[in-house]
């Protein structure tokens, strides 16, 4: 294990013995001090993680990192960035930072000065963030393994400081004071712990030390997907306030905050227990639950490093394009045509034997939004699979196969049910004062798989019509409308949806290939133990593979002057005959084909016989097409 002094353990030690009052900017070493230490990834594996590690086996105000999607941002707060501490024996004076914590401490013989003048208040902002959505558990499983963090066994005193309010005898040594909580000056003690034993709490009036669960004690952890595990984390951002925006992805690297402090707000009697609380800043209980939830579950983060995640992908490196990387971007592009066959392979086994259907699905896996111009997003290829049998078997035969392929994914079954009573875009809740999540508030290239045959007979009620127009605008157009009930507001999206359907799909694509299985009655089951076997046997090598889409989708891509001139010069001769065999979309589809068939030969820039291949490919497609819509005629 690498020398970490405190600065892992008690990161808060290390930010106080740097504390210069008289330096505005003495932050900046704080940050150059962590960013020193975790510049070598090996190191950073050593920072336990909340994706891994279960909250209960973290130290309080030790170090950690958060992989992490930012579902909503909170108005910035207010706290006591600097306080005085008087020494009761002597009167001596010192001050002390209340960065990077919720609770400003001092030892038994000191106590806080609420009303020096020499105290400052500064403000921060507050990231409501949670585990990346749709991220499948391979992704998972091999970030865990990579953490180098061992868990130490729980113990009472470790529970007791995230579980129940802070008791006399546990607590810490750093913790080891009088404390008072405070709000606005104004003072009260917390439960269960003795008066040599007070703390000043230093979170500011928009995060208020009340708490309120869900009626039955439930909170709302507000996850985009049902079913989503991991903890959802109030990330406490200094310096850059507006540097971050919902939907991103971020790894944080910060001092973990789980004082029972923040869980001091219960109702009894029908009466709040918060006192000095500002009324412009909390207008109910729902936003106060909202905004200020059980630190047992949504723990808080209080940043001192940040990274923006280009992708999520353990198998890469964090930065493709960047120049060290370059021999490792190589030497997968190297091997591309190896792994393009094995993939072909096992695509071909989940479309029923069909290998035209598989190339299709190859480029949708690949492909994904790479510029936006003016309202067209360019890059994306949603693909519908027509033709696809009843029954479940199919569906959930492709979708898990699928989900050991890529980092993200997710099953949308357009049931009734589902469309009717689903909420799939983002709504502002105006009485929590916070978004409530839905099912399309989801990060850059993750795929989503609609269940198209699982519709029934049935009515479409206003909701369902509406989430039935969200997921076509989706494909359409690659944006998400949330509702702000005054008004609603377009976010660019970076989706790749794949629809199954049996007939051509009541939604939108970039192109529809119906599958035309090679068996009249496949066995799913065998299916799935050919795939697994060949996996087992290193004919299908599964790590490669995740590699190759993971990295072929972020990689640059070029069009020489020479081969835009023999596209444009097709374009126009294919137009000469007949205005409608080449329309402006057509064209647009054929370049989006192009070029994900030269990116997934491992080749940066296009060629003339891959334009070639495209061409050839969109012909056979449509001619596809007319034979399936011929053959769906009744004869008279």
Known sequence: MPAIEDWLNRPLDIIQGMFDHS????????????????????????VPSLNSNPLHQLKPNCLVRFRCMVQDTYDPEFYLGVYEVQDKNTGTKILKSGKYQDVAECVTHQRINMESPNNVTLDRQTLYCVPVPAENEWVKQAYAENCQHQPTPSTSTQQSRVKRALEEDEVPPL???????????????????SEAEKRTRTEGASSSSTQQGRPGGGVDLNFPLAGEKGPACLVKVYDTLDAFKVNEMVEFVGVLSVDPVLATFTHQNGSSSAVGEPDEVMDGIEEESAHSPPPSLVPRLHVILSQRLQHVNPLLPKNVTAPETKPFVDSVLQEAGVIRDQLRLLLQQLCLGDAFAADYLLLHLISCVYARRDVVALGKFGLNLSGCPAGPEFISLLSNQIKELVCKSHVFPLSLQNMNSSLISPKKDYSANRLKSGALQLTERTHLILDETAMEPGQLDATGVQNLTALGNLIAWQKVEYDFNFHKTDFPANVTVLVLSEGKS?????????????????????????????????????????????????????????????????????????????????????????????????????TREVWERAKRMESARKVRLRTVAAAAVPRS
């Open 506 to 606: 009541l939604l939108p694509s970039d192109c529809q290939v119906p599958i035309q299985p090679k068996t009249d009655a496949p066995n799913m089951a065998a299916i799935q133990n050919t795939i697994q076997q060949q996996i087992t046997s290193g004919a299908i090598d599964i790590k490669k593979i995740r590699t190759f889409i993971g990295l072929i989708q972020l990689l640059e891509y070029t069009l020489s002057d020479d081969i835009q001139k023999i596209v444009e010069d097709d374009f126009v001769e294919a137009r000469k005959t007949d205005l409608n065999s080449m329309t402006q979309e057509d064209f647009h589809s054929l370049l989006v084909i192009a070029r994900l068939l030269s990116l997934s030969t491992g080749q940066t820039s296009l």
């Open 23 to 46: 330096n505005k900017d003495w932050s900046n070493k704080v940050v150059e001090y962590f960013q020193r230490r975790l510049d070598d990834k090996n190191t950073l594996e050593w």
């Open 175 to 193: 913790a080891s004071s009088e404390s008072t909580m405070s709000e606005g000056g104004d003072a009260m003690e917390t439960s269960k712990v």
